[in-house]
Structure formats: structure tokens, C-alpha cells
């Protein structure tokens, strides 16, 4: 590799580092918000928002590389020609396929970080994640002891506490239960205490009242009591994970064991392929758009005002790509027996790639005899 490639990758991979950085704190920030309400709403500390928010970057670091990567080699490569870096390779007789050489490898540097990401980290973060969701569904006590709230638990119910003293009581406690269409129960104790019995809850109220409201005969009743139990197992979900989502599914076990799968967790044949295919073509992606946006720009001359026309047209080939990649997924689903179909989008980017480094090293030929010619 030339001083002038390794320059040229360097810088590559710099603005592939800073357009990352900034997509990822964007679209992190706006799921970060989303996260923080649902989690601190039903009353997670902010330790497991952490927690979920790691869990889920490997999923939104997968969507931002290849669009990092394009606006790297974008960037960069409008900068070299606006410096007149570009013409003097061009002058010193370099080919578009030798000045295409740092874009290669930078694709396909991106393309070994999204294959790691796509076959390794995401299947185990989708896996943990999933694994979490069903530990704090089960959490009862996390959901239900909140102050000062009123909880919606599930359809029908709500509860509220005033206080949660240090000792554990539960201070001034309302429950309205009318999830019976015939009859609506309200609770009010002085005291309440949350205990776990058998792997399920109870709520144990002291010093309150029930009332209960028929409603077909708008008949009220109201009893007073020491004590009395409730149990608020039903208003939680189980907490029991079902079968896997094929994204947490390893590749390797795809790749071995895909009939076992089908018929042990129900998930289609064709949803698994495409699932294994897929995550060998998104690393090919990354190497396609960033081969397609040098290539589209190359074809552009010296111009003080830049290549803005060559990249408006290398947005929308990329544009048209992704259209193309959520086109084949479905019949591949539906048929995994057409599953290189999957393969076509980075094919075509990749030999849209080579038909443009052809014609501008054409271009640069006859630009060259021209003078000759007319001597």
C-alpha cells in the first residue's frame, strides 16, 4: 500500500469515526428518551436503563454503519477533488482502479466490523435483551412500588401508594379492581406489605376497607378489615420467555441446525434463511456504498464548486439500493429456496461500481490523446 493510500484510508476511516459518532448520539438520544420513560415509569432504577440502552446499540450502530461510511467516502473524496488531489493522481498517470484502492479497503474494513456486529454481538444482545424484558416483567415489586404514582398495571386496575416507609410498609394504599365487567372493587388500607409466595405476590392490607359495586343492581357493599390478602400475581405478566426471535439465534446454529429450529420453535424456514443470509450481506453493503459513492464521484472532472452533482447522484443510487434490500427480503421469506436473490443488491452496487471506475479511466484516456489529435 502506497504513502498516498494510506493517507487516504486514514482519513476515510477519521470521518467514518466522526459521522458515527454523530448518527449514533442522534437516533441514541431519541430512543434514550423513549427507553427512560417506559423503564423509570414502571419503576426501574437507572441502572437498568443503562443496561438496556448498551443492550440495544448494537442494533443501532448496525443500521448507522453503512451510512457512515458513504458520507466518509462522500466527504473525503469531494475534499480530495476540490484540492486538486484527485487530478494530480490523475496526472501522474494513476488509474480510477489504482485511486479506488483506499475506498476498497476502507469497505472493506467497515464490512469486517459490521460482519462481528451482525454474527456475533447482535445475536447476543438481542438474546440478553430478551432475557432481561422477561426478568422485569416478572419483577412485581420493581413495577408496583412507586410513590406518589398511579399505576396502570393492566386493563382495569390501578394502584397507588402514598408512602413507601423504611421499613417496607406500604403507607396509604388504593386499588380499584374493575376488570369484573359485573362488579368494581375498591381497596383502601392504612398499611400494606408486598410478600412472595410460590413464585407469585400477594398484597397484604391492614386497617382498610372494600367496597364493591354490583353493577347491574348498583348495589354497594362495604367491608372493613384488620387484614387482607390480594393477589396481584394476575396482574403481571409471566415473565416466562417464549421461543427465541431468529435474530438471537447464532449464526453458526443457523447454519447447522436450521430444520431442528423450525420445528422446535415454530419459526418458518424461510425466515431463518433469510435471517442467515442477510447477515452476510449487510458486510458486503458496507463495502458496496462505499465503492458506489468514490466510483460516482470519480466520474465527475476538476470543479471549483465541487462534485455536488455527482453526489446528489450517488444518494440516489444508495437510495434505490435500500429500496432494492427491502424488496427481496419478503420473497425470500416466502421461498428460502431463492435466497441469492438476497445477494443481488450488493452485486449490482458493486458491478455499478466497476462499470463507473471503467468509464471514467475511458474518459481519462481520451482526455489525454485529445491534444495529440488536434496537433
Not at 493510500?5 to 459521522?19: H, N, T
Not at 451510512?67 to 498517470?93: D, H, I, Q
Not at 483506499?102 to 430478551?130: I, K
Not at 435474530?247 to 447454519?255: F, G, K, V, Y
Amino acid at each position: 500500500m502506497s504513502k498516498f493510500d494510506r493517507y487516504v484510508l486514514s482519513q476515510y476511516l477519521l470521518f467514518f469515526g466522526f459521522f458515527s459518532l454523530i448518527l449514533v448520539a442522534v437516533f441514541w438520544l431519541n430512543q434514550a428518551v423513549i427507553l427512560f420513560d417506559v423503564l423509570v415509569g414502571d419503576g426501574q432504577n437507572a441502572l437498568v436503563f443503562l443496561e438496556f440502552t448498551a443492550l440495544a446499540l448494537p442494533r443501532l450502530i448496525r443500521m448507522i454503519l453503512p451510512m457512515a461510511a458513504f458520507a466518509a467516502v462522500l466527504y473525503f473524496t469531494n475534499r480530495l477533488s476540490n484540492e486538486s488531489e484527485l487530478t494530480v493522481m490523475k496526472a501522474t498517470g494513476a488509474s480510477p482502479w489504482q485511486m479506488a484502492r483506499p475506498a476498497f479497503w476502507f469497505g472493506a474494513s467497515v464490512a469486517l466490523m459490521m460482519a462481528v456486529l451482525t454474527n456475533f454481538l447482535l445475536p447476543a444482545s438481542t438474546s440478553r435483551l430478551s432475557v432481561r424484558e422477561a426478568e422485569i416483567s416478572q419483577n412485581i415489586a420493581a413495577r408496583l412500588l412507586t410513590e406518589g404514582t398511579f399505576l396502570h398495571p393492566t386493563d382495569g386496575v390501578t394502584f397507588y401508594i402514598r408512602e413507601i416507609g423504611l421499613d417496607g410498609a406500604l403507607n396509604d394504599v388504593f386499588l380499584s379492581d374493575r376488570r369484573d365487567p359485573e362488579q368494581t372493587m375498591l381497596f383502601t388500607a392504612a398499611r400494606a406489605f408486598l410478600v412472595r409466595e410460590d413464585g407469585g405476590a400477594r398484597l397484604i392490607m391492614v386497617d382498610g376497607m372494600a367496597q364493591g359495586l354490583e353493577t347491574e343492581r348498583q348495589a354497594l357493599s362495604i367491608t372493613y378489615f384488620e387484614d387482607f390478602s390480594y393477589d396481584i400475581s394476575a396482574l403481571m405478566p409471566s415473565g416466562v420467555a417464549g421461543a427465541r426471535s431468529h435474530r438471537a439465534i447464532p449464526t453458526l446454529e443457523l447454519l447447522t441446525s436450521r430444520d431442528r429450529i423450525s420445528a422446535e420453535e415454530g419459526i418458518s424456514m424461510g425466515t431463518l434463511t433469510e435471517e442467515l443470509h442477510v447477515r452476510f450481506t449487510r458486510p458486503l453493503n458496507c463495502l458496496a456504498v462505499a465503492m458506489l459513492g468514490f466510483s460516482t464521484l470519480l466520474l465527475g472532472g476538476f470543479s471549483r464548486f465541487g462534485l455536488w452533482r455527482q453526489m446528489v447522484g450517488a444518494f440516489f443510487l444508495l437510495v434505490l439500493l435500500e429500496t432494492l434490500r427491502g424488496t427481496v427480503s419478503p420473497p425470500v421469506e416466502a421461498n428460502p429456496a431463492i435466497w441469492p436473490l438476497l445477494y443481488l443488491p450488493p452485486g449490482l452496487a458493486l458491478g455499478l461500481s466497476a462499470v463507473f471506475l471503467y468509464i471514467s479511466g475511458r474518459a481519462g484516456r481520451l482526455s489525454r490523446k485529445s491534444p495529440g489529435v488536434a496537433a
